[in-house]
């Protein structure tokens, strides 16, 4: 009897051990992951990783998979797939052009309304080719108002220093159901090694824009081309000045300096003045808020680009503004009510329970991933990938992403490596956290999906581990006999 109780013993602690050894093997990161976290200082508690096959049942890797982590702007394949399935590759967005009086020979006995409904990238060229339109139709002369209807997205307060004190900052620009060329205004750097001077351009100029420039072409390498020029930005969001002063080198050639200075109304109307006046046009009131009352006539309808195209704007170099125009629309196409971001929240949940996609931790704020609050968990990150390999939408979804070593946010990444161009990655990035997830064509031709997300002070250390995680997955995962540990 004592015999068979030990023997039975033995047995349940060498089914534990089996069943600990294969869930540790399972759950374990490769040797260089750990290797180049270790050099970082990342703890391996701070860090998720997920691969498998597109055509598997279970994990390749699964660690600390279940935890509910930031996925920073990884976030956007979530926004990105949710709207190719929902509004469809071909939606386009519309902003129109009203006439709110009688028009006598070129002239507007009234107000010039402009209706937005989102455009995630309304850019300068194409509202000029709005007011072309106008232009062609006779139009020159507006006794009224420009009248902004922005009325598709529910209006709501924005503070865009809450991020990061940034204000200024092109990525912290709120969205707007009129939102142009995103807000921003963009100073043209041209330096000339000859006069030493430094042309500096405003692009656009709006009329509430005082500016000066007094900078310094001198020689030496590029390097950072900003540490040499002092800039002073004001704004009271009517008004703005800009100005520089210092020294940039010639080298650098053409720069770009983008900064937001204008409240959004405010800079629609500047920029309609300055652009409708080059035309030839002019308008005699200011700017206000309305809606297009009934009985006004439609002139002219601009049209931005496909679905499709826009989602590999957003992720390709991972556009917040986009994204969270992108999210919005979600809310006031599905919902037909003006949009805001519980709204869209609402829309996609719902579109993630009718694909039997439960991700109970899920946190979403604003779709971007520029959040200090969207949660997921690596596994369902991977459960979301999974599916989108098995959507109609998958070909528009994946050519969308990052191809390694070649555009987008990955193109200085494994430039001379084997998986440069075999992996389409959206990488991510907070001062927190450092995430990456997407599809690895491996060197036997297996398709897997890899998600890794880092939450850690040091995670900006943390590229090399991710580096090497996407080597493993090219080089075979779990039967890569010659992975590499990075330098």
């Not at 929240?345 to 931790?361: C, G, I, T």
């Not at 998958?394 to 494994?414: N, Q």
């Not at 490596?417 to 959206?426: L, R, S, V």
Request: with cysteine; hydrophobic share 45%.
């Amino acid at each position: 009897m004592l015999l068979k109780l030990l023997t039975m013993l033995t047995l349940r602690i060498l089914l534990v051990l089996v069943l600990t050894i294969g869930t540790a093997g399972a759950q374990s990161l490769p040797g260089a992951v750990r290797l180049a976290l270790t050099r970082a200082q990342i703890p391996a508690s701070s860090v998720a990783a997920f691969v498998q096959d597109v055509d598997g049942t279970k994990p390749i890797l699964s660690h600390n998979a279940a935890k509910a982590m930031n996925p920073a702007s990884t976030m956007k394949l979530l926004t990105t797939f949710a709207a190719l399935e929902l509004l469809g590759t071909t939606y386009t967005w519309k902003t129109e052009g009203y006439a709110a009086g009688p028009i006598q020979g070129d002239t507007l006995q009234g107000d010039l309304i402009l209706k937005g409904h989102g455009d995630p990238k309304l850019s300068l060229e194409n509202f000029w080719l709005l007011l072309r339109k106008l232009r062609a139709l006779g139009l020159r002369d507006i006794r009224g108002d420009l009248v902004l209807d922005r009325s598709y997205f529910e209006a709501i307060a924005y503070d865009a220093a809450k991020f990061d004190a940034e204000p200024l900052r092109p990525y912290n620009v709120g969205p707007d159901a009129l939102l142009l060329n995103f807000k921003t205004v963009r100073f043209r750097f041209v330096p000339d090694a000859d006069t030493k001077n430094v042309t500096v351009i405003a692009e656009p100029k709006p009329g509430g824009l005082e500016f000066f420039a007094a900078v310094r072409a001198v020689d030496g390498d590029c390097g950072d081309w900003r540490a040499g020029i002092r800039s002073d930005f004001q704004s009271n969001g009517g008004s703005a000045s800009a100005r520089f002063g210092g020294s940039m080198p010639a080298s650098c050639g053409e720069q770009y300096w983008n900064a937001s200075l204008f409240a959004q109304p405010d800079y629609v109307y500047g920029v309609f003045r300055q652009l409708w006046q080059e035309l030839g046009g002019t308008i005699s009131g200011g700017w206000r808020d309305g809606a297009v009352p009934a009985g006004a006539r439609l002139l002219a309808t601009g049209e931005s680009a496909t679905n499709a195209e826009l989602v590999r704007d957003i992720n390709k170099f991972s556009n917040n503004v986009m994204a969270r125009q992108l999210f919005l629309t979600l809310g006031a196409e599905m919902l037909k009510l003006p949009a805001n971001n519980e709204r869209s929240a609402q829309v996609v949940r719902a579109w993630l329970a009718e694909r039997k996609l439960d991700f109970p931790e899920l946190v979403l704020e604003n779709g971007s991933g520029l959040s200090r609050q969207e949660r997921i968990s690596a596994e369902h990150m991977g459960r979301l990938l999974l599916d989108a390999w098995r959507s109609a939408v998958m070909p528009e979804l994946i050519s969308s992403l990052p191809l390694v070593a070649y555009d987008g946010t990955m193109r200085r990444r494994l430039r001379l490596e084997p998986i440069a161009g075999q992996a389409h990655i959206k990488t991510g990035s907070l001062n927190d956290a450092r995430t990456l997830a997407g599809y690895v064509l491996d060197k036997l031709g297996r398709r897997r999906l890899v998600v890794m997300f880092i939450n850690h002070a040091n995670s900006d250390a943390g590229r090399p581990a991710q580096d090497a995680l996407l080597q493993w997955v090219y080089e075979g995962g779990e039967h890569c006999s010659n992975c590499r540990t990075p330098p």
